[in-house]
């Protein structure tokens, strides 16, 4: 059996509410693949009356699962765990009532405990399932003490607009969510331990460079094989596991996964990312609050950030794509139809994957910018973050810094990503380029404000006559503390 890695506090708060003497309805959800429904079954399965999981709202052969195929599913779903054979309810009403009747049945006083995974899936066009869900709650659950909703689902943005955020009958319902979160570097370690996989923390950033924190996605890992090895048998032979993951991601959890992909493929292209406006003029979606929607949805599902560049105001908000697994796969799988097997073996040492290296650790660094204050001794500091860059004319030159920490203590961490297999040296050329960004930044800052130089690399630094213009060095033994 599977071992549950880390969600030490998403299972105390499980455990706690299911434990309270009073209906709940929790609301669990997060980006697809990142472990809801482990955590629930590991935290409460024992404990579940009544379990469902919606349809992919597209089976296999691209046909869309409508109402009448959802509702057959639950239908079948209440005669496999106890329910009397009667007929298949033709709408959601009926459905929920059937389930409310089958709960009565076999009620016998202890908490019961109600668990319907991917719920977004089952609420298919005019279907009237979020009216059905508000009157099976406002109408009968609430009112039972031993009661216990837990619904799940990857559309997160769903989960928030019709859930968390509802302005109708489910407004203020949900009694507790928890949004969970890809791992940490430090979970991952923890996970390939528990699976008996043996893997530098070098080696360890670099998969989570490619998959992020997803456990679904290292599940898949192989024991005795090394990361490039892995990396191939997942992306690049015949029978690759992760191959088709980019378009099930999209089409599973949004309504609309060819305006979402057009987004992240021209997000994919610019490391800083894009302005609303940029990205509506180049994908040519029609600027509306559809458009503000996807946006949302992406941010909301953990696969973009949204930022306003240093120095800059509100208008200037700019979306980044941050979600690693996007990144690498739009960078290096997509559009090559005939692959090498050992295609990541092989390039290990190759120019464009040691460039991509250096880019790819930067957004391993926004990832964990709580790791980066802890080890900065600022954990409790109010802090904005975001990359700057400022563009050169004929009497200036521009520059660009990876991530610029703005601290509510009058300072502005300067910090520079390196992704080395060795110590990093500060060259006489690179101290000087390091002196003028300081020069170009210190002309747009308060005088009460001071710059300090960080430096997070793999290892540490090489302290030489030039060295000692960082006042902080963070390696990645830091990132994995947990």
Request: net charge neutral; glycine share 8%.
């Amino acid at each position: 059996m599977e071992e549950l890695v880390g969600r030490i506090q998403e299972q105390k708060e499980l455990t706690e509410v299911y434990r309270s003497n009073r209906a709940e309805f929790v609301a669990v959800y997060g980006r697809r693949r990142v472990g809801k429904t482990f955590l629930v079954d590991e935290t409460l399965g024992r404990y579940v009356t009544f379990r469902h999981a919606g349809l992919s709202p597209v089976d296999e052969s691209g046909k869309r699962n409508m109402l009448k195929d959802q509702l057959k599913h639950f239908y079948h779903s209440l005669l496999a765990q106890g329910m009397k054979k009667s007929s298949c309810p033709t709408s959601w009403l009926e459905a929920f009532f059937m389930l409310e009747m089958h709960l009565q049945t076999v009620d016998n006083g202890s908490r019961q405990v109600v668990f319907l995974d991917e719920l977004p899936w089952m609420d298919t066009p005019r279907s009237g399932f979020v009216t059905a869900l508000e009157g099976f709650w406002n109408t009968w659950a609430c009112h039972r003490h031993n009661f216990m909703l837990v619904v799940c689902g990857s559309a997160t943005s769903w989960i928030l607009n019709n859930l968390i955020n509802n302005h109708g009958g489910l407004y203020g319902r949900v009694t507790y969510e928890i949004k969970l979160s890809p791992f940490t570097l430090g979970e991952c370690e923890a996970f390939f331990k528990s699976r008996g996989i043996k893997m530098s923390r070098y080696d360890i950033v670099q998969s989570y460079m490619m998959l992020g924190g997803i456990p679904y996605y290292f599940n898949y890992f192989q024991k005795g094989l090394s990361l490039a090895q892995n990396v191939d048998r997942l992306f690049f032979t015949g029978n690759a596991r992760l191959r088709e993951e980019y378009d099930r991601l999209f089409t599973a959890i949004f309504n609309n996964p060819d305006d979402i992909k057009r987004i992240v493929q021209l997000l994919s292209t610019r490391h800083a990312g894009f302005t609303r406006q940029e990205i509506l003029q180049k994908t040519g979606i029609e600027d509306s609050g559809a458009a503000t929607k996807l946006l949302k949805a992406l941010e909301v599902s953990d696969f973009v950030m949204k930022y306003v560049p240093f120095g800059t105001g509100k208008r200037n908000e700019t979306y980044k794509l941050t979600d690693p697994f996007c990144l690498f796969y739009l960078r290096w799988v997509a559009g090559c139809d005939k692959l090498n097997p050992d295609f990541w073996s092989f390039s290990q040492l190759s120019p464009a994957v040691a460039g991509w290296r250096g880019y790819a650790f930067e957004e391993v660094c926004f990832l964990h910018i709580p790791h980066i204050k802890a080890a900065l001794g600022i954990a409790g500091v109010s802090t904005t973050q975001s990359a700057w860059a400022l563009r050169g004319d004929d009497d200036k030159e521009g520059t660009q810094i990876d991530m610029l920490i703005s601290r509510k203590d009058n300072v502005v961490d300067m910090c520079e990503m390196k992704f080395y297999n060795e110590d990093f040296t500060v060259s006489k050329s690179y101290h000087a380029k390091l002196v003028h960004r300081q020069n170009l930044l210190e002309e747009m800052l308060p005088k009460r404000m001071a710059i300090h130089h960080v430096l997070v690399t793999t290892y540490g630094l090489t302290y030489n006559e030039y060295g000692g213009i960082f006042q902080n060095v963070i390696t990645i033994d830091q990132l994995f503390l947990l």
